[in-house]
Nanobody, 126 residues
Framework: QVQLVESGGGLVQAGGSLRLSCAAS????????MGWFRQAPGKEREFVAA????????YYARSVKGRFTISRDNTKNTVYLQMNSLKPEDTAVYYC???????????????????WGQGTQVTVSS
């Protein structure tokens, strides 16, 4: 298990940018695939982006592709989500997640991940 703590959420106007960070504890961070999910009020948790341990492969939800970028720094045990051109529909609690090893499908689900952070609120005003 790895412990995850998100930060960087806040209130931003539509068209603006935010960068979320997720700090992980654990000596084997570099072997984990990391992901970001979000959950809006009354909706199910949905996949946003994921990155393999070597950063050799990234995955994005169609709704954020071209606007969001996931990256990681294994020397800092941190994964990032750079969010540009934010829209009101991006408003949600954003969660960081981790799983050991690789993903085996391009269809990424919350059930693929076993470790979760507490979430950070992102609010985009119109």
């Amino acid at each position: 298990q790895v412990q995850l703590v998100e930060s960087g959420g806040g209130l931003v106007q539509a068209g603006g940018s935010l960068r979320l960070s997720c700090a992980a504890s654990g000596r084997t961070f570099s072997s984990y695939t990391m992901g970001w999910f979000r959950q809006a009020p009354g909706k199910e948790r949905e996949f946003v982006a994921a990155i393999t341990w070597s950063a050799g492969r990234t995955y994005y939800a169609r709704s954020v592709k071209g606007r969001f970028t996931i990256s990681r720094d294994n020397t800092k045990n941190t994964v990032y989500l750079q969010m540009n051109s934010l829209k009101p529909e991006d408003t949600a609690v954003y969660y960081c997640a981790a799983r050991p090893g690789l993903l085996y499908s391009d269809h990424v689900e919350a059930a693929d991940f076993g470790s979760w952070g507490q979430g950070t609120q992102v609010t985009v005003s119109s």
